[in-house]
């Protein structure tokens, strides 16, 4: 790890699947200051022309904290070549291979560097939080969708295209009814993220017409309330949380069994708040948690801000 300990700032850009959050942060991964922008479902040339209309308020409205910062990071949705800050895809179906790094770095002149938003999260663990002092540890994301970032041996995998950790897409459960965007059935993310739980609430509303998840607007429909109406014994919540329960532990015992890390690491907005947490290890083997020396834990880092500080992690060059 290059880890800086001077008192410059890193500018950090974190796209995800439904916001952009631009700050400054400095050398310990202290948030300086931070604007938030809606993006929504976008493909890649809409994604670049909100960054670059982002970066422009952000500057005239926000600015720096001293004077510019000479490094930015940026995390984004979907897969990146680091080496040549290349933004490849947000998914297969929204696929145009833009030179990100330097279309930004021509007009703003910053020394850039690019991750995918979970590795840069995973950095985030890494330089700052939980992880720390581990050599190997896994950072599971369970939020709009799910995926992983992995450090084994001190260093971050990425696989030959950087595209290592899509974990959303490995089965949970091959007899399940519940199809994934992907084609098959049964995967991780289609049962377990909070954009496949609110699929599967709309999907199973005729069975369930009378669940109070029903009662306010679908916009209303998010995994808190899910889990909430769940522990209030609702049918359909109860159901949609035990899916998902079920599958992120399945999951998570694949994991160790593949990777052998002596911690897990859980964040994302999904996970946050705790229950999830508590439902796993009730179903989790004795087996698989005991060769966890260290334990599986929720992410010490707020969930809100941990993919902006991994992209200043990626920005400094914390690797």
Not at 291 to 309: A, D, R, W
Request: proline letters at 2%; a negative charge; charged letters at 25%.
């Amino acid at each position: 790890m290059n880890k800086k300990t001077d008192n410059s700032t890193c500018l950090a850009l974190d796209l995800g699947g439904t916001k952009l959050l631009i700050g400054e942060v400095d050398s310990n991964g202290g948030l300086l200051r931070s604007k938030k922008y809606k993006t929504g479902y976008l493909t890649q040339t809409e994604g670049t022309r909100v960054i670059f209309e982002a970066l422009d308020d952000y500057i005239a409205t926000v600015g720096w904290v001293n004077e510019k910062p000479e490094y930015m990071g940026m995390g984004m949705i979907g897969q990146v070549d680091y080496i040549n800050s290349n933004w490849i895809m947000i998914d297969p179906s929204r696929k145009e291979n833009i030179p990100i790094g330097s279309l930004i770095s021509e007009k703003y002149h910053f020394n850039i560097r690019i991750e995918n938003d979970v590795k840069a999260a995973t950095l985030a663990e890494k330089a700052f939080g939980a992880g720390k002092e581990d050599k190997d540890f896994i950072y599971l994301n369970v939020g709009t969708g799910i995926a992983a970032g992995f450090v084994a041996d001190g260093r971050l995998l990425r696989g030959w295209e950087n595209d290592s950790g899509e974990i959303g897409h490995i089965v949970v459960d091959i007899d399940s009814d519940v199809e994934c965007e992907c084609g098959r059935r049964g995967c991780l993310e289609a049962i377990a993220s909070g954009r496949g739980m609110y699929k599967r609430v709309i999907q199973l509303r005729e069975k369930y017409p009378d669940s109070q998840l029903f009662k306010s607007g679908d916009d209303d429909i998010t995994a808190k309330t899910i889990f909430a109406a769940a522990g209030a014994g609702d049918a359909l919540a109860s159901r949609i949380a035990d899916e998902a329960f079920g599958a992120v532990t399945c999951g998570i015992m694949n994991l160790i069994r593949v990777s052998n890390p002596e911690r897990i690491i859980l964040g994302g907005g999904v996970i946050s708040d705790g229950w999830m947490l508590e439902q796993i290890l009730k179903r989790i083997g004795k087996k698989e948690l005991g060769s966890v020396k260290k334990g599986i834990v929720l992410s010490g880092l707020n969930s809100n801000t941990v993919g902006i500080i991994g992209a200043a992690a990626v920005g400094f060059g914390f690797y």
